[in-house]
């Protein structure tokens, strides 16, 4: 059993798809001149979540009336796992690091989402293997980058309310000044006379990595550091609208009405949404390679602690989702797909890189806007994309066989 493992595990780390994040992910490291352009970025990222929302719209079309109540639980329950996620992840940073709070709290949140690009890597392994996942899968990934949002405003807010100073310091962290005028927090930072200009560019990488320009942001969402935006329907809008989940959303009902009007991509073998998914998923992962393999550096300055809890991290939540997945078709005897074992393990074990960091730009300034970027790219999502999938692929194999669902 453990030859049939290894062999299968390293088998699986060798897919063209892999490949070519090992071959994004040299470059910096080789200091090749080459960058890649965010135009294309941009369009990679909106062509594969709109592919993958309409696959799964297509697919949601064709669930049994008889299914739904389970697939409903399904996924309150897995929100309500990424939202547990969520705190667990800010207890474990509170032993494992010495960060400020208010970081912690962001790195939490991050960590309390999903990513979609880890996601899609996630589908192209699967059909590269031919295994089978169930429809609404798509939709759990939507559902399950929202709690992330949720536990980063709640820590934040506490926060605030046991006296942070307007540069994010809580009283017995060096630093700490409650007399610093809030309108200076984007113009001074204690930290060193360039930190505002590293924030600035901090905050640059996570608009990109976002969907968002500066050019783009509409009034009321000041992207430099300034006054913390409040709960409000403004960051409402932000959690729940921001530009991924929007594409997400809108693939899924694009695909949905037109499987019920009998228009179908997948049964059609479209060459665009169907056929070419594979090469420009091979494409994001170059890009992601680079951005992963960048942010490395920025791990220095976040300590040792954060670099282990980047590791610990996906395996720990991954393999806890497998078990929840696992418990929750032995309570209802719902039957899941392998798939959808490995899929939910990613949903549970990745961190956010496109609503997290949305909405920490808007409601949390004083947050650094690079370390938890660090983390949750240069570690747990090259992590999750080398090791973990094909990892979380034999977990979940080896967990169905030594408990079977009656």
């Avoid at 990222?45 to 049994?64: S, V």
Wanted: aromatic share 10%; hydrophobic share 50%.
């Amino acid at each position: 059993m453990l030859y049939e493992f290894w062999h299968n595990f390293t088998h699986n780390l060798f897919k063209p798809l892999l490949l070519f994040f090992y071959m994004g992910f040299l470059i910096p490291l080789l200091k090749i001149q080459f960058e890649f352009p965010y135009v294309l970025y941009q369009g990679l990222t909106l062509y594969l979540l709109l592919a993958i929302g309409w696959r799964g719209g297509e697919e949601l079309a064709t669930i049994d009336a008889s299914s739904i109540a389970g697939v409903l639980g399904f996924i309150v329950l897995g929100f309500f796992t990424n939202l547990i996620i969520g705190f667990v992840a800010y207890a474990l940073l509170t032993r494992m690091t010495k960060m400020r709070r208010i970081d912690r709290a962001t790195v939490a949140g991050y960590y309390g989402s999903d990513s979609a690009g880890t996601f899609a890597t996630c589908l192209g392994v699967l059909v590269t293997l031919d295994i089978a996942f169930d429809a609404y899968m798509p939709v759990m990934l939507a559902v399950m980058e929202i709690p992330g949002c949720i536990v980063a405003l709640i820590l934040v807010a506490r926060l605030r309310e046991r006296g942070m100073d307007p540069l994010g310091n809580m009283a017995d962290e060096p630093g700490y000044n409650p007399r610093v005028r809030r309108e200076l927090v984007g113009a001074a930072q204690l930290s060193g006379p360039h930190t505002a200009t590293r924030r600035e560019r901090g905050i640059e990488e996570e608009l990109k990595i976002s969907l968002e320009k500066l050019e783009h942001i509409g009034p009321g969402t000041d992207p430099v550091p300034g006054a913390s935006v409040p709960a409000s329907g403004v960051l409402l809008r932000e959690v729940l609208l921001n530009p991924g989940l929007y594409l997400l959303f809108g693939g899924i009902l694009i695909g949905f009405t037109s499987r019920l009007q009998g228009a179908s991509v997948i049964e059609d073998g479209d060459h665009v949404f169907v056929t070419a998914f594979q090469g420009m998923l091979c494409l994001f992962l170059l890009e992601m390679g680079m951005t992963a393999s960048r942010k490395l550096k920025d791990l220095r300055t976040a300590g040792r602690g954060l670099i282990a809890f980047g590791l610990l991290a996906p395996n720990l939540f991954a393999t806890a989702g497998i078990f929840v997945i696992h418990t929750y078709s032995q309570l209802t005897g719902m039957h899941f797909e392998t798939g959808s074992y490995v899929l939910f393990a990613v949903l549970c074990g990745a961190a956010s890189y496109i609503a997290v960091p949305a909405v920490q730009r808007m409601a949390i300034p004083e947050a650094s806007p690079t370390v938890p970027l660090a983390s949750s790219l240069g570690l747990t999502f090259a992590y999750n994309v080398t090791i973990g999938i094909p990892l979380y692929l034999q977990i979940a194999k080896a967990v169905n066989a030594w408990l079977p669902v009656g």
